[in-house]
């Protein structure tokens, strides 16, 4: 439980570095504990669509601050090592299969997230 809460206090930081720009999407999410935690589970994929809207977010000013007041509101909530409203959760659900590592062992790190994907 205890490592639950120092890594939700970490990826709290990490969706706020983000937020500032002190560091990219991409950054954030190989910085990522590999947990099994929902909440974590929940901030990556909150990440994972906040890059993927970047073309929305350019266009539609009350999207992005919406969507930049969800994740901040994420990112305190972690911080404070809480859990977040299972609404917010039950959001990325369809989502969690845990959280991928970007091929961490070369080819075969890359054949097995393929596999993964292909499988969701």
């Known amino acids: ?63 992005r601050e919406e969507q930049d007041d969800y994740l901040e509101f994420i990112a305190q909530t972690l911080s404070e090592g809480k859990e977040l409203p299972r609404n917010i959760i039950a959001d990325y659900e369809d989502y969690y299969k845990g959280v991928a590592k970007p091929w961490q062992n070369g080819i075969k790190g890359f054949w097995k997230e393929f596999i993964r994907f292909i499988n969701t």
Do not use: W
């Open 1 to 63: 439980m205890e490592n639950n809460f120092n890594d939700r206090k970490f990826v709290g930081r990490l969706i706020y570095s983000v937020l500032t720009e002190r560091k990219n999407v991409r950054e954030a999410i190989k910085l990522f504990p590999d947990s099994k935690d929902k909440n974590i589970e929940c901030a990556y994929h909150a990440l994972i669509h906040y890059e993927a809207d970047e073309d929305i977010r350019y266009k539609d000013i009350e999207f």
